[in-house]
C-alpha cells in the first residue's frame, strides 16, 4: 500500500480513508446488482401456476412467463375469461413445440381449494408439482370504515378470503408437496452447487406499506400476506435440502378490470389522495415484477416511491440489500414527516368543506 501511495503521490492520510470509501463503494454497488447479470428467477422449461391468471396483472404476468420459456398453469374463477387467457398466453410461447399450458377453474375463496388445484396441476404436469406459484388473485372494496351506509365488516371478510387466505391456503398446498421428504430435490452432481430452488409469490399492494383512507377492508389483507411471508421466509429454513425461495410483490395502481370494479364503489377523498399517483399498465407492473424476482428480491416494488416505502417500514422483513435498505430507511422517516402532515390536512380539509362523511348532500 506504502508503494501505490508513493507512486500516485497521496498523502497516507487521504489514501487510507479513500481506499476503504473505494472498497465500501465497491461492495454497495457490487450488492446492488450492478456488476452481475446472475438470473435468480429462471423459468424457461420450469411450470408455473398463478392465481387470478384471467384478466389484468395475472394475464400480463403469464404472457410475459410464456414469452421467457415456462409452461404455465392459469387458475380463475371464470371459465369464459380463462379460455380467452389460454389462448393468448399460448400465443406467446417462445417454444410451442416444448412449452405446455392449462387452465383450472376455482375459487380462491373457498376453504380447502388449494389442495384439488394441486392436484390437479400435478395430475397434468406428469405427476410433478409445478416449480413456481404466484399468487396474484385478489380484489379490493374501497370503502369509508365507519359509514353506516356500508358493511365493512362483510367486505373485509370478503377481502381476506380472496387476498388473504386465497394465497395462505395456496402456499400451504404447494409447500405440503415440495418439502414432503420423498421429494427431496435431486442432486445436482456438482460439488458445492446446490439445486434449484422453488419460488412462492405472494402479491401484495403498495398500500402493505402506507395505508390510506377508504382502504380499511382491503389493507389489513395484504398486511397479512407480509406477515405471513416473513414467518415463512424464517421457518422454510428448516428445510435446507428442499430449498424454496419466498418474495413479495407490491404493486400500485394498475389500469385493469379490477380498478373499474373498485372505482365504484371508492370514496371521492379516496380519489382526491390518489390523484396524483400515475396508474400503470398490467404488462408495465409484471415486466417490472419479474425484473425484480430475476434479481433475487425478496420485497419486490415497481416504482422509485414503492421502493421508498419499502425501505421506510422492512421492521424485522428480510432486506434486498442491507446496506442500501438501511441507508434510504434513515431518509424515509423525514419523508414521512412532511408526507403524513400533508395528508391528514388533505383529509381534514375535506371535512371541513363537505361536512359530516354520512350525511349524503340533497342533488342540486
Not at 402506507?210 to 389489513?220: D, H, L, S
Not at 435440502?241 to 370514496?267: A, C, F, M, Q, W
Request: with cysteine.
Amino acid at each position: 500500500m506504502d508503494i501505490i501511495e508513493q507512486r500516485l503521490g497521496v498523502p497516507p492520510h487521504i489514501a487510507g480513508p479513500a481506499a476503504t470509501f473505494a472498497f465500501f463503494a465497491f461492495f454497495l454497488i457490487k450488492k446492488m446488482g450492478l456488476f452481475t447479470n446472475t438470473n435468480h428467477f429462471p423459468v424457461e422449461g420450469k411450470t408455473i401456476l398463478i392465481t387470478g391468471a384471467s384478466e389484468g396483472m395475472g394475464l400480463a404476468a403469464a404472457i410475459l412467463l410464456a414469452k421467457k420459456g415456462a409452461s404455465l398453469i392459469l387458475v380463475s374463477r371464470n371459465v369464459g375469461r380463462l379460455e380467452e387467457a389460454l389462448v393468448k398466453v399460448t400465443a406467446a410461447a417462445r417454444s410451442p413445440s416444448k412449452q405446455r399450458f392449462t387452465y383450472i377453474s376455482a375459487d380462491v375463496s373457498e376453504p380447502n381449494y388449494a389442495e384439488s388445484v394441486i392436484a390437479q396441476a400435478i395430475a397434468w404436469n406428469a405427476g410433478a408439482a409445478p416449480d413456481i406459484v404466484w399468487c396474484i388473485a385478489g380484489l379490493s372494496s374501497p370503502m369509508l370504515w365507519a359509514d353506516p351506509a356500508n358493511d365493512s365488516i362483510a367486505a373485509t371478510r370478503r377481502n381476506m378470503d380472496v387476498n388473504f387466505f386465497g394465497s395462505a391456503e395456496m402456499s400451504r398446498a404447494i409447500l405440503k408437496e415440495w418439502l414432503a421428504p420423498e421429494n427431496k430435490p435431486k442432486d445436482t452432481g456438482v460439488i458445492g452447487q446446490k439445486p434449484e430452488p422453488k419460488h412462492i409469490v405472494f402479491t401484495a399492494s403498495m398500500l402493505a406499506l402506507f395505508a390510506i383512507v377508504g382502504y380499511g377492508p382491503y389493507t389489513p389483507s395484504k398486511w397479512a400476506l407480509r406477515g405471513l411471508a416473513d414467518t415463512l421466509n424464517m421457518e422454510l429454513r428448516m428445510y435446507p435440502d428442499h430449498p424454496v425461495k419466498i418474495h413479495v410483490v407490491y404493486p400500485g395502481t394498475i389500469t385493469s378490470p379490477g380498478l373499474e370494479r373498485e372505482n365504484k364503489t371508492k370514496p371521492q377523498i379516496t380519489l382526491e389522495l390518489e390523484k396524483e399517483e400515475p396508474a400503470e399498465s398490467p404488462e408495465t407492473v409484471a415486466e417490472r415484477a419479474v425484473k425484480g424476482l430475476e434479481k433475487g428480491q425478496y420485497n419486490v416494488t415497481v416504482s422509485t416511491l414503492g421502493d421508498l416505502m419499502r425501505c421506510g417500514i422492512l421492521g424485522g422483513s428480510e432486506r434486498n440489500n442491507w446496506v442500501w435498505d438501511t441507508v434510504v430507511g434513515w431518509v424515509v422517516p423525514v419523508i414521512y414527516f412532511f408526507v403524513i402532515r400533508i395528508m391528514n390536512a388533505q383529509v381534514a380539509g375535506w371535512a371541513r368543506v363537505n361536512g359530516h362523511p354520512h350525511v349524503k348532500k340533497a342533488a342540486a
